[in-house]
């Protein structure tokens, strides 16, 4: 059974400022990996999904996955307030998705 | 564009009473979830399903079951309510190697 941690529980960045969110993994077999955005308890929405060591890029936002080192991580380039939000690590094994419980993010203006 | 439905999206139900939440899916996938949120624990999951028949038992199964009667429809039902599964119900769809879609989410209010 894969175990997801996140870190930190909460962050808070100022609009433009780059934030680093991080995610370790307990079960190296997992062949990929997600970050969702939640706003206020409302619907998730993938923003990156990264499948092999490296780096991901969508729009705003980068996945660097170290599968050695059990650990993806996602940046998020010039953050608005509009970003401000729960962001949800997910490792999946055999079509199963795994989540950590989450970090907060605060964008202040 | 894919599509995940849960319905309801809110419901208040007694303690005792049995509880059946819906989910409807229009993308083909094989594989279906059911999710429950809370604070501090991310989404846990509960039961899924690997087709029409299939039910598999997930982290956190005891106190609710499913059913998978057909491709697109997968239901979690809570037989015997309790106050501790007040929570976010989240039900997905994916298909092998594909994207995961999820529902809305309903509210559930076990009192």
């Known amino acids: 059974q894969q175990k997801v941690q996140q870190s930190p529980e909460s962050l808070t960045v100022s609009e433009g400022a780059m934030a680093s969110l991080n995610c370790t993994f307990s079960d190296g077999t997992s062949n990929n990996f997600r970050w969702y955005r939640q706003h206020s308890a409302k619907g998730l929405e993938v923003l990156v999904s990264i499948f092999s060591d490296g780096e991901k890029e969508e729009g705003r936002f980068t996945a660097h996955l170290n599968r050695a080192n059990l650990h993806v991580s996602l940046h998020i380039r010039e953050p608005q307030p509009s970003d401000s939000a729960v962001y949800l690590c997910a490792a999946r094994n055999y079509n199963v998705l795994y989540f950590g419980s989450g970090t907060k993010l605060t964008v202040e203006p | 564009e894919a599509a995940v439905t849960q319905s309801p999206r809110n419901k208040v139900a007694v303690t005792g009473g049995k509880v059946t939440l819906s989910c409807n899916q229009t993308n083909n996938h094989n594989n279906m979830y059911w999710y429950r949120q809370d604070t501090g624990h991310g989404l846990r999951l509960i039961h899924y399903?690997?087709?029409?028949?299939?039910?598999e038992k997930g982290d956190i199964p005891d106190g609710y079951k499913a059913s998978r009667p057909s491709q697109e429809n997968f239901s979690l039902i809570l037989e015997l309510a309790t106050p501790s599964q007040t929570s976010v119900y989240f039900c997905?769809?994916?298909?092998?190697?594909?994207?995961?879609?999820f529902g809305k989410g309903t509210r559930l209010t076990v009192v």
């Open positions: 399903s690997y087709g029409a028949g299939s039910t």
């Open positions: 997905a769809s994916g298909g092998r190697g594909s994207e995961v879609f």
